[in-house]
């Protein structure tokens, strides 16, 4: 065992400085930071290699709760990294206010539109992004926006899966090595039906009660007027308990909804995305 870990931390090692010299060889980076565990060792590994000519940028709308847009802002004061906050409308596009299978590629559209424009202005040459290899073989329409605005990811580059940039981060003492994974709000609708910014605020503020009540990895999905609560297997009991199932249920429909379930399948990333054939 001792000997098949010095073996991973090695191989481990070996990416890392791959990452580090992919990145010196851009020379310049602006980055697509959303303050989640792969942007944000991208940024802190970013930061050492290339100093001031990194950019953060964070692209925020109504699809993205305040908590996170913080958290992202936090995360480069503490480091000294400079971080430009964007406001961006993707509801702007029909094809990601109707919610079409192609949503998330109108959404990096706009916002690596916007990268661009901070990065040209502060003569930064490149953009990047924070996929990983986990990321290849789902449905993510917004890597081929990307692509198309030249958008590099170098955290593919260096053949990082999702498990190793926790491995990774954990040892730098980035406090989002076990930070749950995080989409955006929109990706809490059905395909099909309409986003509004009220049904956005929505959803916000039921997964904001979630968390509260100690929910730290919880989905609140959006069926027409129904919540579809996606929690852990593990945390299913606690939340059908009386008082819990209780308080969830008031607020759920203080906020609007008038029909409110659990999934019994539990929580998981991608759920909206099984409805794809």
């Not at 993510?140 to 498990?163: D, H, I």
């Not at 076990?178 to 059905?190: D, E, G, N, T, W």
């Not at 959006?222 to 249920?249: N, T």
Request: charged share 30%.
């Amino acid at each position: 065992m001792p000997q098949n870990k010095e073996i991973l931390l090695e191989e481990l090692q070996l990416k890392l400085d791959h990452l580090k010299q992919y990145i010196a060889n851009l020379g310049s980076l602006a980055v697509g930071f959303s303050g989640g565990v792969d942007s944000s060792l991208l940024t802190a590994v970013a930061h050492e290699v290339l100093g001031d000519r990194l950019i953060a940028v964070t692209g925020a709308d109504a699809s993205v709760p305040e908590r996170e847009v913080n958290e992202a802002a936090a995360f480069c004061k503490e480091r000294g990294i400079r971080h430009i906050i964007c406001r961006v409308d993707p509801l702007k596009e029909e094809g990601y206010r109707h919610n079409s299978r192609d949503r998330c590629y109108f959404c990096k559209r706009g916002i690596f539109t916007e990268v661009r424009i901070i990065a040209e202005k502060n003569g930064i040459k490149h953009m990047a992004e924070g996929s990983n290899m986990d990321d290849i073989g789902d449905y993510r329409p917004g890597l081929r926006a990307a692509a198309e605005l030249s958008v590099k990811s170098p955290l593919r580059e260096a053949g990082l899966t999702k498990s190793e940039i926790r491995l990774i981060s954990r040892a730098m003492g980035l406090p989002t090595w076990s930070k749950p994974a995080y989409a955006c709000l929109a990706s809490r609708f059905v395909y099909g039906e309409e986003i509004t910014e009220e049904k956005l605020h929505m959803i916000d503020q039921a997964e904001q009660f979630l968390i509260e009540q100690g929910f730290f990895e919880e989905r609140v999905r959006l069926h027409g007027q129904l919540a579809r609560i996606e929690v852990p297997a593990g945390d299913i009991e606690r939340l059908a308990s009386g008082k819990v199932r209780e308080a969830v249920y008031k607020k759920l429909k203080e906020i609007g909804f008038m029909f409110v379930t659990i999934d019994m399948q539990g929580y998981r990333l991608g759920s909206m995305n099984a409805t794809i054939k």
